[in-house]
């Protein structure tokens, strides 16, 4: 009898992790206290306003934080940023697209495949060289490439997604 047990708190802590995992992507976003510095919209399962999912830097900060050095040929020298993936970020909502555009408060817009949202790629940059950036200084929120890792990220492509003053994303099927 104690044999056909034995795996049983094995079963338990696979299906409370499963649960765990659905309940964190049906759980509403919280509203943001600041001012709201990125709106997701489009194909995505969590939002907070409407059909949208607003976030403050607070929100964006509370995410896993990542980050890099490399130079950029808009910037002197080596540059550190620091932020969210945007995979990350995409997952956070519950995103079930597969491509984006992206826009800057400019209106500027740039259309990025899922190939950039994997680990390691797309940084939405809330700080370089570990202060806050200003609208000024390609803020609040720049999207980065870790241009230095890569052949691929130093070209005009990668270049033409490095969308800074970033405030909105509309996800795609």
């Known amino acids: 009898m104690i044999r056909k047990f034995a ?41 907070n306003k409407g059909d949208f999912a607003e976030f403050d830097l607070a929100m964006l900060r509370s995410l896993d934080s990542a980050g890099f050095e490399t130079e950029t040929i808009w910037t002197e020298g080596l540059q550190q ?30 259309d990025i495949p899922a190939e950039d949202f994997e680990s390691g790629a797309a940084l939405i940059a809330y700080e370089r060289n570990g202060a806050p950036m200003s609208v000024r200084d390609k803020g609040p929120l720049w999207l980065v490439y870790p241009y230095d890792k890569a052949v691929r990220f130093r070209s005009e492509v990668y270049y033409a997604r490095s969308i800074w003053q970033l405030d909105r994303i509309e996800v795609h099927r």
């Not at 992507?25 to 206290?33: A, C, G, V």
């Not at 489009?42 to 939002?47: A, L, S, Y």
């Not at 620091?82 to 740039?110: C, D, F």
């Open 7 to 47: 795996y049983l708190p094995c079963v338990c802590g696979v299906l409370f992790a499963a649960f765990s995992a659905s309940s964190a992507i049906s759980e509403p976003l919280p509203i943001p206290d600041g001012d709201v510095v990125l709106i997701v919209e489009g194909n995505i399962e969590k939002t």
């Open 81 to 110: 940023f620091a932020g969210v993936e945007l995979g990350t970020l995409l997952t956070h909502v519950g995103s079930k697209g597969v491509s984006l555009s992206a826009y800057a408060a400019n209106e500027y817009l740039i």
